[in-house]
């Protein structure tokens, strides 16, 4: 009966949605989703790995990113400025700037193929990044050219979603409605393109726009993984919000698990 | 009678006849030569070429079109024609099949409905016998009764007999209609495959009539008068006119006779194509494009790309116009046939052979080609010589002097504000209506001794760039012609003297001359502190504090002028200033610039008595001690005494000289000699000097410089030279290329030239760059005598002219440090991290608010604070009414609405206010929006507020507010308002989240609301889904809870002048400085 | 080879060109026609003034060079003699002639201008005059020597032969016509008309030339006040020319050519015709380039080229550079020695009647021989003026501003 519903109410926006579809720029789809439905369309854009199709012989790079001396304390972010926000957390949330373990364990960081210049499997299951919490989740993640992005607002108070790419069209949506979607697509590489909320200005994404699905971000263990990479020699290059990027060449064999890691300093 | 004897003949007839016949021989060979040397007219060799690679490029479209119709598309055609024809045949059978098995079915039927209406009738009869029977109590009436129900039965059974017998019938109808359908349609694909084959046959037989074809009649020479394929086009310009100073003639400009496709679009070079495809794909996605010319647009894009991607790279004379959207186009500004061509580029305009039409090469390079490949020579007496093509826009002047910024003429507007920026007019006379009234464009010097020291003053004017590398001033001393290389060392060693005695003289003068007043310290302050205010109420809009920037190439660097926007060079470059600066004096100049004099550029910043003390101590922090290193050697009292003498002896005899020169003292020597030197190098005509009150510009008049005659142009001895940053230039014999060169090297044209020292060039060396020089070449040699007819001027219509005033100011005042005016601005961009703290985009202004209130906020800033939490602050420019209202008439203008409309008493519907306050809770406006009073609890954090909309009542223009809820980010790209209704992507309809929220379940009470307000569910969805209507309804809404009256702008308060009203009578500036000083008074007696 | 070039260049400066073309057009006319020798009355005269100029030569030394050249031609048509009018020789110069034209076309600068469009025709037509006039002398030497020898001029000869109209009149006009025709299309495909900018009368073209056959009086400008050059001479040449049949009433030589008969009337109109006139045309076609400055034929227009101009009038230099004193104030008092000049060259005639010219004043009688006279003299006045500017930068003889009067 449930499906009864959302069918319901998927269909009073469908007309727009249709239109929409295929127009590449400026695209004006809605699609609700309740509390409990989750991401049935999106994938996790967390490992994007498996949006990449398998490849006979590819090989998969596995990683870990780590912060020498001491990560600078996290701010806590006052939410008090929208109870809707603040309601949902019990402990004070802390910036997300840099989210480093007691190991130095990096989070969020964006490793990713600079220089893959072969055939790019499309992107198959659309991305999605959501707002929960008056957060982005996630915070860092890579989306393929092209690839559907599904924006998402779980929260029951107004977010705008502003893009604030330089080679992509910038855009800038308001989602006053809880569970409410919209669906984006960027069609030239780009790394990084910040998204922010005006509304709660201490929200931020960061997303990479890359012509194809050899990337990863870092999680919590500072671990991250790029699958079915076909066998050759690339350039790695790691993104960090604050400290920037580093680079290392890497050569991977047919069916090879290639070990990486970046370490970033502190100050 | 005896025959007449024979008279001989004076010549041998026979050779005459031979003669005779040679020479008609010959007579007959050149009448065929005329008629080929006309054939092989330079301009007919470029038409006959064009219409051979046209026809090339069509037969090869059509190859193409061929190919892919042949090989896939005919292929599939024909087997889908093939089959489809099968399947017609198929159908058909079908059909036949079906309509037998129709005409059985009908049959049937017939016969069913028969049988069951004649059963019925008896049905009836029966009924009436049996109950007769029964009344009558006749004998055997059961028996009748039974055979009632029996036929009642029988009815029965034939109703469902005929059921299925129509239903079947019908069946084999559908059938039958839907056979009839698809014939139908297959007939159609193959009608479309016959049509596309018909329309290549037709452009085929198009390519056959471009192919000059010498078997066709109008192709041969001398017989192609009937209808001749090559013939000379023109264009008659009659308002447009040539003016000979005694009579006007029109213009006829033949000039698409070579360039054939100038307004065919489709002949663009590659990177024009690829240039113009980007151009038409943003404005596609930016819905810029009204929906009636979108599909004409695609068409155009698929072109562009096309050429774009083809193998063959066309050159002129062959090319389209690159920008037709602008010229020639006959939807542009300017069209061709109303225009013509050498409106703008100049040149012959009726010549149709290359080295007569006037063309001018933009390089030695181009000049070379030329001659080689046309035959090209320069035409000394060609007046209006094209403008070579780095200079085009210099044509726009002629009809759009009367504009600040000429629309989609970037350079030139550049090279205009560059002019007003470098004060070109200070020394050069420019009779244009946009260099008039324009503030001097240095400070005013006669308080110089109230701010620095003369040691600074004297290395100052000896390198100012040693002291500030991106300063506007000029270098007036040290130059090429004086102390070059290129001087003899003797010469040299003796103007090194003379320069520096020039320097002494000069600044002697101006701090004799200048006032004393003596300002008072002002509060210590926090050097930290006031670094962060500099940065965060906008000084670095108008200020560079940086001497060195990062170079992507060439790592740390000098900084140059054209590192930065125009606007930010507007100020001084900060560096320096504690070296530089009295700091009492700096701080009252921070307190009320125009305490310090009335015409000062820089606005007042309303600083608090501490933020300006914190300024100041920063700003003393900015040092340059190497700068003020050494003691300023004493000037060459030889030099002083020789250069006054050349100033006497024009009113004196050279004994007579002397004689004055003995009795009078260095000092007064330096005097003198300061005066006239400062009437020398015109210094006056950039800063306001004691004495100098009414002097006459010193420079040449450029108000029709570019009508100057190429004679008139002393090109001295020089080729080749070497410019101030290294570059290695050569001098064309063009005007252009003089003016650029006397940019680039002011003094170049004395090179290897015998001159005294008085005689030497003397303008002074800017150090502009490659790209500067340009941009004020082309305004210097746009400024021409041409005319045009008065219907043609730009901007001339009253209400126009208001608009450029008010504009002029824009420009005057550097608004666009910190605002966007037509499209460019923002420069302060640069120093904020947080594109949220930038200052409003004025692009929408003059629609978005109401003209009151801008007059209002002119005068005054501080009458209302719309977004409390930027830092840069509106300074205060003390505008008189008049430009205030100026600047107002300009935004009411620029917005396209009337200038006088108070829109503030309308007062809007209850009900479309009940319902906007309902959808403005639903959107949540007042989460960002404060004091809408809502009862969303608005946020403390300031960054991410939005302005109060109780201003909008009073602020905004009525009609404006919807425009902005609807499609903010197409207004101004990049705004913090959200697009809550945005377009849809194929459609470009604005579409609406309301139903949707409706429908949630979260809006339930917004619903109930709702629904109070209107008949019917689906009226309220129909409306909720409607974002026009939606946004006006916000609008009522906005507009019930806004004031409806503001402060008026108080007169503007200054900071009141804070020196000693008598200020004590200055010691000689000169006993401060090693100038004249003791020696200075022994050089006397 | 520059060297030449330059020589010539600075030979060319007019005075010389124009003494040297004089004389050496007065020898060969008077030595050979009338068949001097070196030893002949005209032969020593000539002789005579080439050796002064070779001693003036020794102060100032284009004259020196000049004075060579010249005896030089001298002495080549002394060996000569009437060999000059032979057909053969007649070539041989005319060869050379074109040779040294054509070598000249060589040089960068003699050919911008020779080569110009508007040019060319001129060119030509010097060499036609060259030739013509030649032919013509040739013809009288010819008929010269048959008189002489008791015949009759050719021309006489055939006098009252018949000719049919066709063919021999009619046919051979044709034949010109279409020759002509032939040469004008060759030209007119050869140096096309170009279609030039729109004039302006503001921005005058630097030289601004006269029409070609009108700059030998504005080449005249150079040397008189305006109103003379510009108003008085050219009327006289029209009044000239006008009262000739009056003057000359020498029945001889009429409808044949001959010199001997009439060797002053065909000097003078040679010398008027081809020295005054034609060689003016020249000068100011080919030797005035821009500013009006006088420019070598090797030489480049150089529009910047200054020249001192250092003329002074008569007056100052007796009174300032002889007397060493101011000039005296009231005019007639400064200018009585140029009006005294005048007034004495204007004289001459009378004198001349008495003495050498006795028998031109009985033949001709007071009036015509005034008329001429003072006709002959206006002629003359011309090249002595060159001669004064060009060697001693004499302005005016006469310069009396009060009354715009110079002469």
């Not at chain 2, 009320?592 to 101590?617: F, G, K």
């Not at chain 3, 003036?56 to 002394?78: D, E, K, Q, R, S």
Request: proline fraction near 7%; hydrophobic fraction near 40%; include cysteine.
């Amino acid at each position: 009966m449930i499906w009864k519903r959302i069918a319901t109410l998927l269909l009073i926006p469908a007309l727009p949605a249709m239109l929409a579809c295929g127009g590449g720029g400026e695209t004006a789809a809605y699609t609700y989703e309740d509390e409990d439905g989750q991401a049935r369309a999106a994938s996790d854009t967390g490992a994007p790995a498996q949006a990449a199709p398998a490849v006979a012989d590819a090989a998969t790079v596995i990683g870990a990113v780590r912060l020498n001396g001491t990560p600078p304390p996290a701010p806590a972010i006052q939410m008090a400025a929208d109870p809707a926000c603040h309601a949902v957390h019990q402990t004070p949330v802390r910036s997300e700037e840099v989210v480093a373990g007691p190991g130095g364990e990096l989070a969020n960081v964006f490793v990713y193929v600079k220089d893959y210049a072969g055939a790019a499997p499309r992107p198959t299951a659309p991305a999605l990044l959501d707002q929960k919490g008056c957060q982005y989740i996630p915070h860092v993640s890579g989306v393929q050219v092209g690839q559907t992005i599904q924006i998402r607002n779980s929260d029951p108070t107004l977010h705008n979603v502003h893009a604030l790419p330089k080679v992509n069209r910038e855009f800038n949506i308001g989602q006053p409605v809880q569970g409410m979607v919209s669906e984006k697509v960027f069609d030239r590489p780009e790394v990084m393109v910040r998204i922010k909320c005006d509304v709660h200005n201490w929200m931020n994404s960061y997303m990479g726009v890359l012509p194809h699905p050899y990337f990863g971000t870092s999680d919590t263990q500072g671990a991250f993984r790029i699958a079915n990479l076909p066998p050759g020699t690339y350039t790695l290059e790691a993104w960090h919000e604050k400290y920037g990027t580093q680079t290392q060449q890497l050569t991977v064999g047919p069916n090879e698990q290639k070990e990486v890691s970046f370490t970033f300093d502190a100050s | 009678m005896k025959p007449q004897e024979p008279i001989p003949h004076n010549y041998r007839i026979s050779t005459l006849n031979k003669i005779f016949a040679l020479s008609s021989l010959a007579l007959l060979a050149l009448v065929g030569g005329m008629v080929l040397y006309d054939y092989t007219r330079g301009w007919k060799g470029f038409q006959q070429e064009f219409l051979r690679v046209q026809g090339e490029r069509i037969e090869e479209e059509l190859e193409a079109a061929r190919q892919a119709t042949d090989e896939e598309e005919l292929r599939r055609i024909d087997a889908r024609m093939r089959e489809s024809e099968a399947e017609i045949a198929r159908e058909r059978v079908a059909l036949a099949r079906t309509e037998d098995d129709l005409r059985d079915w009908e049959g049937t039927h017939y016969r069913a409905d028969q049988d069951f209406r004649f059963a019925k009738a008896v049905l009836d009869a029966l009924r009436y016998e049996a109950e007769v029977a029964a009344l009558q109590k006749s004998s055997g009436w059961e028996g009748r009764q039974r055979e009632f129900r029996e036929q009642n039965v029988k009815v029965e059974r034939l109703k469902l007999v005929l059921e299925d017998v129509t239903a079947s019938r019908d069946a084999a109808m559908g059938r039958r209609d839907g056979l009839l359908a698809r014939i139908a349609e297959v007939e159609q694909v193959r009608k479309g495959m016959l049509a596309d084959i018909e329309r290549l046959e037709t452009q085929l037989r198009l390519v056959d009539a471009w192919t000059p074809e010498f078997l066709l009649l109008n192709k041969v020479p001398l017989l192609d008068f009937v209808a001749p394929t090559l013939k000379i086009e023109q264009v008659v310009v009659s308002d447009m006119f040539i003016d000979l100073n005694y009579l006007r003639m029109p213009r006829v400009d033949r000039c698409m006779t070579c360039h054939q496709a100038i307004d065919r679009p489709g002949w663009e070079s590659k990177e024009e194509a690829e240039r113009l495809t980007g151009e038409l794909e943003n404005r596609l996605e930016n819905f810029e494009i009204p929906s009636g010319q979108i599909a004409d647009v695609r068409a155009r894009l698929e072109q562009l790309r096309e050429t774009a991607s083809a193998n063959r790279n066309l050159n002129n004379p062959y090319r389209t116009h690159p920008r037709l959207d602008v010229f020639v186009g006959s939807a542009s500004p300017h069209p061709l046939l109303e225009y013509g061509c050498t409106v703008c580029h100049r040149g012959l305009d009726r010549a149709t052979d290359f080295a007569r039409a006037g063309h001018t090469p933009s390089s030695a390079d181009q000049e070379h080609a030329w001659r080689e490949k046309y035959g090209w020579k320069p035409q000394q007496f060609l007046e209006t010589p094209m403008f070579p093509r780095q200079y085009f826009e210099a044509a726009c002047v002629k009809c759009h002097s009367g504009q600040a910024f000429v629309p989609a003429g970037e350079e030139i507007s550049l090279g205009t504000q560059m002019v007003e920026l470098y004060g070109c007019f200070g020394c050069h006379k420019i009779a244009a209506w946009r260099f008039q009234d324009l503030r001097k464009p240095g400070p005013d010097l006669r308080a110089i001794a109230e701010k620095t020291t003369p040691e600074w003053a004297i290395r100052w004017l000896a390198d100012p760039r040693a002291f500030r590398a991106t300063t506007r001033m000029p270098s007036f001393f040290y130059q090429r012609n004086v102390t070059g290389p290129g001087i003899p060392a003797d010469e040299r060693a003796a103007n090194l003297g003379r320069q520096n005695a020039e320097i002494h003289a000069i600044v002697s003068y101006l701090f004799e001359s200048s006032s004393r007043r003596v300002w008072p310290d002002g509060p210590p302050g926090d050097p930290e502190r006031g670094a962060a205010l500099v940065e965060q109420v906008g000084c670095l809009g108008c200020h560079v504090a940086q001497e060195t920037v990062e170079d992507p190439e060439s790592g740390v660097r000098t900084a140059r002028r054209d590192d930065f926007p125009l606007e930010r060079n507007y100020g001084f470059n900060l560096v320096g200033t504690g070296t530089k600066s009295d700091p009492a004096w700096v701080y009252h100049w921070l307190k009320n610039p125009q305490n310090y004099y009335a015409a000062a550029p820089m606005p007042d910043l309303r600083l608090t008595d501490a933020e300006a003390a914190d300024i100041t101590a920063w700003l003393m922090t900015l040092r340059k001690p190497e700068f003020t290193g050494a003691a300023v050697p004493p000037p060459d009292r030889g030099a002083v005494r020789e250069l006054t003498r050349t100033y006497l002896i024009t009113s004196m005899t050279e004994r007579e000289a002397d004689a004055r020169l003995d009795a009078m003292p260095l000092r007064e020597q330096l005097l003198l000699l300061g005066q006239r030197s400062i009437e020398k190098y015109g210094c006056f005509g950039c800063h306001d000097i004691e004495g100098f009150e009414d002097a006459k510009p010193i420079g040449t008049e450029l108000t029709t410089e570019g009508s100057k005659h190429i004679h008139l142009f002393d090109f001295g001895f020089v080729h080749d030279y070497e410019a101030h940053d290294g570059k290695e230039e050569h001098v064309l014999h063009t005007v252009p290329s003089w003016v650029y060169t006397k940019l680039r090297a002011p003094r170049v044209w004395d090179d290897e030239r015998e001159k005294t020292y008085q005689d030497k060039l003397k303008m002074p060396n800017f150090h502009f760059t490659e790209a500067e020089a340009e941009a004020l070449t082309a305004v210097v040699i746009g400024m021409t005598k041409d005319r045009v007819a008065e219907a043609r001027i730009a901007a001339r219509s009253s209400s126009d002219r208001l608009r450029e005033e008010g504009l002029k100011l824009v420009s005057q005042n550097n608004c666009r440090a910190c605002h966007v005016v037509e499209g460019s601005g923002q420069a302060i961009e640069a120093t904020l991290e947080d594109p949220a703290m930038l200052p409003p985009d004025l692009g929408p202004e003059g629609a978005r608010v109401q003209s009151d209130w801008l007059f209002n906020f002119l005068k005054d800033p501080t009458v209302m604070t719309m977004r409390p939490w930027l830092s840069a602050r509106m300074p205060t420019f003390h505008f008189t009414d008049s430009e205030a209202d100026r600047i107002v008439r300009y935004f009411a203008a620029d917005g396209g609405v009337p200038t006088f409309a108070t829109d503030a008493g309308i007062e809007p519907h209850p009900e479309s206010v009940a319902v906007g306050g309902v959808v403005f809770d639903m959107l949540r406006c007042a989460q960002c929006h404060p004091g809408s009073g809502s009862d969303i609890p608005t946020t403390t954090d300031l960054a991410s507020l939005a302005p109060n909309l109780q201003y909008s009542r009073v602020r905004l223009r009525h009609e404006w507010i919807p425009e902005w809820i609807l499609r903010p980010n197409e207004i101004v790209p990049g705004t913090r308002m959200p697009t809550n209704f945005p377009r849809d992507a194929e459609t470009g309809e604005y579409t609406s989240p309301l139903t949707l929220a409706l429908g949630s379940p979260q809006f339930g009470s917004h619903r109930q609301r709702l629904l109070g307000h209107f008949g019917s569910e689906e009226e309220m969805m129909q409306v909720m889904a409607d974002a026009p209507r939606v946004s006006r309804h916000l609008r009522n809404y906005i507009w019930s809870i806004g004031m409806t009256t503001m402060r008026q702008a108080l007169p503007s308060t200054g900071e009141p002048p804070p020196f000693l009203t008598e200020p004590p009578r200055p010691q000689p500036a000169l006993q401060s400085t090693s100038i004249g000083g003791p020696e200075a008074r022994s050089a006397g007696q | 080879m520059e060297t030449i070039k330059n020589l010539i260049n600075l030979l060319s400066g007019a005075a010389f060109s124009f003494l040297y073309l004089s004389f050496l057009f007065a020898f060969v006319v008077w030595f050979n026609l009338m068949d001097g020798t070196l030893r002949s009355r005209a032969g020593r005269a000539f002789l005579t003034i080439g050796i002064a100029f070779v001693v003036t030569g020794l102060f100032f030394f284009p004259l020196m060079v000049l004075g060579v050249a010249y005896l030089a031609t001298m002495f080549i048509l002394a060996h000569l003699g009437p060999r000059l009018w032979d057909g053969k020789v007649g070539l041989i110069i005319l060869g050379t002639v074109g040779v040294a034209f054509a070598f000249s076309m060589l040089d960068p600068d003699f050919f911008l201008i020779a080569a110009k469009p508007d040019n060319v025709p001129i060119a030509a037509m010097i060499f036609l005059l060259g030739i013509f006039t030649w032919v013509a002398l040739r013809k009288a030497y010819l008929n010269d020597r048959q008189i002489a020898a008791g015949g009759i001029p050719w021309e006489k000869s055939e006098g009252d032969e018949k000719l049919f109209t066709w063919p021999d009149l009619v046919y051979t006009e044709l034949l010109c016509m279409i020759l002509l025709t032939v040469l004008m299309i060759v030209w007119s495909l050869a140096l096309p008309a170009p279609l030039e900018e729109a004039a302006n009368p503001t921005t005058s073209p630097n030289p601004a030339k006269a029409p070609w056959y009108f700059l030998g009086l504005q080449e005249m400008l150079v040397y008189f006040d305006p109103w003379l050059a510009g108003v008085f001479l050219p009327t006289m040449i029209i009044i000239g020319l006008m009262a000739i049949p009056y003057i000359d009433t020498n029945p001889k030589g009429s409808g044949y050519y001959s010199f001997r008969e009439r060797k002053w009337e065909i000097g003078l109109f040679l010398y008027g015709f081809l020295v005054l006139w034609s060689f003016l045309i020249i000068t100011g076609t080919f030797l005035r380039g821009p500013n009006w400055n006088f420019f070598g034929p090797y030489e480049f227009w150089d529009p910047n080229k200054l020249v001192p101009l250092v003329n002074v009038n008569l007056s100052e230099l007796i009174w300032v550079k002889l007397f060493g004193v101011a000039l005296p104030k009231f005019w007639l008092v400064r200018e009585i020695f140029g009006l005294a000049i005048v007034a004495a060259y204007f004289s001459l005639p009378p004198l001349l009647a008495r003495g050498p010219f006795r028998r031109f004043y009985l033949k001709m009688g007071p009036a015509r021989y005034y008329v001429g006279a003072i006709l002959f003299l206006m002629m003359l006045s011309l090249p002595i003026k060159m001669v004064l500017r060009w060697l001693f930068n004499l302005k005016y003889i006469v310069a009396i501003q009060e009354f715009f009067f110079n002469i």
